[in-house]
């Protein structure tokens, strides 16, 4: 009897399901600052990978949408606070709030899909609390 070595997990992507694989992109590039990496060749495009600092997460049309969440790490909040709050386009379902897990931000997509953003937690601030311009600090 041999033993067959196992295959390994090379990544996980999420995928998003959208009713306008265009106008997501938009959304994420201009409201998030991700970056489109690629689209497919139909017309309007059905699927598409948008990313930020390397990390994926595809787009794919699908009707009707079931709205899905995602959890994005990252090493600040502050400036994207700064971005989605002046952006008229960004439905935000949580403002940053310190949780003994992060400080978390949840922004809503133009599909429902939550996106939601987390950092370390910050110490001088109870968990619970909502960031104010006073206690933000990352």
Do not use: Y
């Not at 060749?41 to 948008?50: E, G, K, R, T």
């Amino acid at each position: 009897m041999t033993t067959s070595a196992r295959e390994a997990v090379e990544n996980t992507i999420p995928v998003l399901a959208v009713a306008d694989v265009p106008a997501s992109v938009r959304f994420f590039c201009d409201v998030l600052e991700f970056k489109l990496d690629w689209h497919g060749n139909a017309d309007p495009p059905q699927i598409a990978s948008v990313s930020r600092d390397g990390h994926a997460i595809m787009l794919q049309h699908r009707h009707p949408t079931f709205p899905g969440c995602v959890w994005v790490g990252m090493s600040g909040l502050a400036s994207l606070w700064a971005k989605v709050r002046s952006h008229a386009g960004a439905t935000v379902v949580q403002r940053p709030t310190n949780q003994p897990w992060a400080v978390e931000l949840k922004i809503e997509d133009p599909d429902g899909n939550i996106l939601w953003f987390g950092t370390e937690p910050l110490s001088n601030v109870p968990f619970g609390e909502e960031l104010t311009d006073e206690n933000w600090l990352t």
